[in-house]
């Protein structure tokens, strides 16, 4: 029986370290992709809006990374992270080709 368990355990924490890892760049990285478009669509430079997100992305993926580990149901962690990089990063190509389009 603790094998079985020992197993399962193990799985959990590569689970949980792969979305700490893997599911938090993926919501980050949709973002500050989001909120470089955005800024730009308001006006801001470009360089100005690039600066701004990279900075405030280290403290979203640092979130995004300890609420991996902090959460308790891990179907949710990856919902979120999974479900907002993917919603993220259709409204930034959708945004970015209206401004360039």
């Known amino acids: 029986m603790s094998a079985i368990t020992s197993s399962s355990s193990a799985w959990h ?14 919501f980050t990285w949709g973002f500050t ?12 430079d470009f360089h100005e809006a ?9 403290l979203v993926f640092l979130g995004m990374f300890l609420w991996a580990f902090a959460a308790a149901n891990m179907v949710r962690v990856w919902a979120l992270l999974v479900g907002g990089a993917v919603l993220m990063t259709s409204a930034t ?6 401004l360039l389009g």
């Open 50 to 58: 690039e600066t701004a997100m990279l900075l405030l992305a280290f």
């Open 13 to 26: 924490l590569v689970a949980r370290i792969a979305a700490a890892l893997l599911g938090g760049y993926a």
């Open 33 to 44: 992709g989001l909120g470089m478009v955005g800024l730009v669509a308001l006006g801001v």
């Open 93 to 98: 190509w959708a945004l970015q080709r209206v």
